[in-house]
């Protein structure tokens, strides 16, 4: 991840989930099902004011048409995605899953969490005017 925060699109948001994957892996640990981790996060979404939504419905398109529809883990104030892993560790599968959420919808940034042996955070951004130009050609 970027060390870098400072130009960073939804960076206060991005900060408190990151601050909040911190907690409860801290008292959760390693071992659980994405689905205990995702609860967890949602109880302190909760807590602490920040507007977020689990199992979101999110359409695909290609060049104009629905072609299908997947769930984002946690979708923060429609405009961060989450995808939670439970995994030995981040595999370049999950980043390239997360980023193709990415191009697929009109949402710029994303967020993988890994509640591994050793907590693990990705951050991937897709900024929409890129979209476009590749939606054009």
Do not use: C, W
């Amino acid at each position: 991840m970027n060390a870098d925060f400072k130009d960073f699109k939804h960076k206060e948001l991005s900060e408190k989930f990151i601050e909040v994957f911190y907690k409860v892996y801290n008292n959760l640990g390693y071992g659980f099902l994405e689905k205990v981790y995702e609860n967890a996060l949602m109880v302190e979404f909760k807590r602490t004011d920040i507007p977020a939504a689990p199992q979101s419905p999110i359409k695909v398109t290609y060049e104009g048409e629905i072609i299908g529809e997947y769930y984002a883990d946690i979708l923060i104030d429609n405009k961060i995605i989450v995808e939670i892993k439970a995994a030995r560790q981040l595999a370049e599968e999950h980043e390239a899953q997360l980023l193709n959420y990415l191009k697929a919808t009109d949402i710029e940034v994303g967020l993988l969490f890994n509640f591994g042996p050793k907590p693990e955070i990705k951050r991937k951004a897709f900024d929409n005017k890129r979209k476009f130009n590749r939606l054009k050609m």
